[in-house]
């Protein structure tokens, strides 16, 4: 006797994808987060995009619809000047370039670029991706975006 000739093997055969899929959907909805507009004294972490890891010369940080552009300019051997573009006006950045072991450095305040509030800099060190990343805290409206990135996107195939 073949397993396809009973009924009730065939009906859970088919029943088994259906329900798993309702169960998921339904899980989600019960107990998923749902998106909402940020509220003003809360502060909300900024996800670091994967090309944040590679040598291309910029980095985004993310949550949402709030979006930050880093980017950097050499100035000399050892120097270099910080950018920070934005999506939303900001009404301050403060950035600190921290050792991984010890995690402490003082924070610096960007400076603004113009008064729309959309573009900050800082001159900077060389970091040594091995060893620093970058910790900021941005403010929008009564808002603050944290944000951890690796240093690696400032690094080219020259340095």
């Not at 998106?35 to 809360?42: I, K, L, T, V």
């Not at 999506?87 to 400076?111: C, F, I, K, T, Y």
């Not at 900077?124 to 409206?141: F, Y």
């Amino acid at each position: 006797m073949s397993a396809w000739k009973n009924k009730h093997l065939v009906i859970a055969t088919l029943m088994a994808p259906v329900l798993a899929l309702i169960a998921y959907f339904g899980i989600n909805a019960i107990v998923g987060e749902s998106p909402h507009a940020a509220e003003a004294g809360q502060s909300y972490l900024l996800v670091e995009k994967p090309n944040c890891r590679n040598r291309i010369g910029h980095c985004g940080l993310k949550n949402g619809d709030f979006q930050l552009i880093l980017s950097f300019e050499k100035l000399a051997s050892d120097h270099l000047l910080l950018k920070l573009d934005s999506v939303h006006p900001l009404d301050g950045v403060m950035l600190a370039m921290v050792e991984a072991e010890s995690g402490d450095n003082q924070p610096v305040a960007m400076q603004a670029m113009g008064t729309d509030g959309l573009n900050w800099s800082l001159d900077i060190k060389r970091p040594d991706p091995e060893r620093h990343r970058l910790h900021l805290v941005a403010s929008a409206g009564q808002v603050l975006y944290i944000g951890d990135v690796t240093t690696s996107f400032m690094l080219d195939e020259s340095s």
